[in-house]
Nanobody, 127 residues
């Protein structure tokens, strides 16, 4: 059974940085692309970032481009999201997700393309 466990959330001041992590177990991590989503109170879950299974391609939402960096360490079965220059509007529960399909090469990274999700970690940015 696939398990995704996020950690690293917390409270940070605007302009600060935070790194969240997601450890994956129960599957061949290096064969699956990984994504980060977030959900703020009263809002729908939204895409944040994606890294291909090979690590050779990353995609970001326009709202975080240039501030957030997604990376992966296949030896540790871990995907990271480095968040810099944080803004109050980045406040949300952050979820990691694993591609539904092995060795996925598609360009669509909507929520339905992911088959497994973590429980989320809270990130709060104070103004």
């Amino acid at each position: 059974q696939v398990q995704l466990v996020e950690s690293g959330g917390g409270l940070v001041q605007a302009g600060g940085s935070l790194r969240v992590s997601c450890v994956v177990s129960g599957r061949t991590f290096s064969s699956y692309g990984m994504g980060w989503f977030r959900q703020a109170p009263g809002k729908e879950r939204e895409f944040v970032a994606y890294i291909k299974w090979s690590g050779g391609m990353t995609t970001y939402a326009d709202s975080v481009k240039g501030r957030f960096i997604i990376s992966r360490d296949n030896a540790r079965n871990t995907v990271y999201l480095q968040m810099n220059s944080l803004k109050p509007e980045d406040t949300a529960v952050y979820y990691c997700a694993a591609d539904r399909f092995l060795l996925y090469n598609g360009i669509n990274h909507g929520a339905t393309t992911f088959g497994s999700w973590g429980q989320g970690t809270q990130v709060t940015v104070s103004s």
